[in-house]
């Protein structure tokens, strides 16, 4: 059964290697050389062409790559009222490498406000023909995951829950305004269920002092307070990343340990789960999935090398995973981006399209 309608049964999670000409011009926008309006030129010719490709290699939706962000994050953070970027002492560790030493503060109350990036949708609806125009955005729990407390203006949110409480608002407010932008399918990237999944990420987050399990129940509180009154023709993903930063990661442990949560409680759509290597687990914590509520976008196909899958084995890894969810209610991406940051992973953008090529030929054979 094909689907014709988001999620796909071929899909994508959102980001795509940076071409040369994007680097150049940022690097060119930083050294003064030229224009905001001159970079914007050169990054919409970019997008126009990374949409052409992915409609070439068979895909129904479309995303802008993540060209005009450095950042799968930061840059959508620096566009929220009360929220400050900083210069941190240290980089986010991966493994063995850190990305730049970059953090994020909340010092002022947080509102969605004009941000810049609903005219970025614009643009990719504008040029997307045919195709879905998904726009991607991190998961209100990614806010406050990392910095917690230390990063919350005492003063301003004395209580967390009225931060949680405004955390969740500003969501709300934003899933709206690009649904009024004319977006129908929004994707939140979250990193934190897979932190809540890992007994050593668990292990710092008991040093630091917070509890990974409540953790776990308040990020499912502020994601269904976002999700309240959503349009009924929207679609809104939620996808699952242990890290991605030049082709490493951060966390590893199955989906265990939040998957009750997680897949009974939370209200998106659609569940993008990383399933590409043992890091991930089996696929037993598919069981908690709602039958005929959500979809599952199995990501069985890596962005982190360039060596392609073996078609019979994703096929075969397919029918496993429904054995816990009827096989309807699945489909097939890529495990994550291909370029969470502007550096990106180590792949070559050929070896990029072919993975994306080898999802749409896959699941037109399954489906």
């Given at each position: 059964m094909q689907r014709h309608q988001a999620p796909f049964r071929a899909d994508v999670v959102g980001s795509f290697l940076r071409p040369d000409a994007i680097k150049q011009a940022r690097q060119q926008f930083a050294q003064g050389e030229i224009s905001a309006q001159q970079l914007r030129s050169v990054e919409n010719d970019a997008i126009r062409q990374v949409v052409e490709q992915q409609c070439a290699c068979g895909l129904h939706v479309v995303t802008d790559g993540e060209f005009r962000r450095a950042w799968w994050h930061f840059d959508f953070f620096d566009g929220l009222e009360g929220v400050e970027r900083y210069d941190s002492d240290k980089g986010i560790q991966f493994n063995g490498v850190q990305t730049k030493a970059?953090?994020?503060?909340?010092?002022?109350k947080l509102r969605f406000g004009d941000h810049p990036m609903l005219e970025d949708f614009r643009y990719l609806k504008s040029i997307s023909g045919t195709a879905q125009p998904?726009?991607?955005?991190?998961?209100?729990?990614?806010?406050h995951f990392r910095g917690g407390r230390k990063d919350i203006d005492v003063t301003v949110?004395?209580?967390l829950d009225a931060y949680f409480d405004d955390l969740a608002t500003t969501w709300h407010d934003a899933i709206h305004a690009f649904y009024a932008a004319g977006c129908r399918y929004l994707q939140l990237?979250?990193?934190?269920?897979?932190?809540l999944c890992s007994d050593d990420q668990r292990r710092q987050i008991h040093e630091r002092g917070d509890?990974?399990?409540e953790l776990a129940r308040i990020y499912a509180r502020v994601i269904n307070k976002a999700l309240e009154d959503k349009p009924d023709d929207l679609t809104i993903g939620l996808h699952v990343c242990r890290g991605n930063f030049r082709s490493t990661w951060i966390s590893e442990g199955g989906y265990e340990p939040v998957a009750e949560v997680l897949f009974g409680s939370v209200n998106v759509d659609a569940f993008f789960l990383e399933y590409d290597n043992d890091r991930s687990g089996d696929f037993a914590p598919l069981r908690f999935v709602r039958p005929g509520k959500q979809q599952v976008v199995l990501g069985l196909i890596t962005t982190k090398n360039g060596e392609l899958e073996n078609p019979?084995?994703?096929?075969?890894?397919?029918q496993e995973a429904a054995t816990f969810v009827d096989i309807n209610q699945l489909c097939l991406s890529p495990q994550c981006?291909?370029?969470?940051?502007?550096?990106?992973?180590?792949?070559?953008?050929?070896?990029?399209?072919?993975?994306?090529?080898l999802v749409t030929k896959i699941a037109e054979q399954v489906w």
């Amino acid at each position: 059964m094909q689907r014709h309608q988001a999620p796909f049964r071929a899909d994508v999670v959102g980001s795509f290697l940076r071409p040369d000409a994007i680097k150049q011009a940022r690097q060119q926008f930083a050294q003064g050389e030229i224009s905001a309006q001159q970079l914007r030129s050169v990054e919409n010719d970019a997008i126009r062409q990374v949409v052409e490709q992915q409609c070439a290699c068979g895909l129904h939706v479309v995303t802008d790559g993540e060209f005009r962000r450095a950042w799968w994050h930061f840059d959508f953070f620096d566009g929220l009222e009360g929220v400050e970027r900083y210069d941190s002492d240290k980089g986010i560790q991966f493994n063995g490498v850190q990305t730049k030493a970059h953090g994020v503060r909340v010092t002022g109350k947080l509102r969605f406000g004009d941000h810049p990036m609903l005219e970025d949708f614009r643009y990719l609806k504008s040029i997307s023909g045919t195709a879905q125009p998904k726009m991607t955005i991190p998961s209100p729990s990614v806010l406050h995951f990392r910095g917690g407390r230390k990063d919350i203006d005492v003063t301003v949110y004395p209580q967390l829950d009225a931060y949680f409480d405004d955390l969740a608002t500003t969501w709300h407010d934003a899933i709206h305004a690009f649904y009024a932008a004319g977006c129908r399918y929004l994707q939140l990237d979250d990193t934190v269920w897979a932190y809540l999944c890992s007994d050593d990420q668990r292990r710092q987050i008991h040093e630091r002092g917070d509890d990974p399990d409540e953790l776990a129940r308040i990020y499912a509180r502020v994601i269904n307070k976002a999700l309240e009154d959503k349009p009924d023709d929207l679609t809104i993903g939620l996808h699952v990343c242990r890290g991605n930063f030049r082709s490493t990661w951060i966390s590893e442990g199955g989906y265990e340990p939040v998957a009750e949560v997680l897949f009974g409680s939370v209200n998106v759509d659609a569940f993008f789960l990383e399933y590409d290597n043992d890091r991930s687990g089996d696929f037993a914590p598919l069981r908690f999935v709602r039958p005929g509520k959500q979809q599952v976008v199995l990501g069985l196909i890596t962005t982190k090398n360039g060596e392609l899958e073996n078609p019979e084995g994703v096929k075969a890894r397919i029918q496993e995973a429904a054995t816990f969810v009827d096989i309807n209610q699945l489909c097939l991406s890529p495990q994550c981006g291909f370029a969470s940051t502007e550096e990106g992973n180590t792949i070559t953008p050929a070896q990029q399209w072919d993975k994306v090529r080898l999802v749409t030929k896959i699941a037109e054979q399954v489906w």
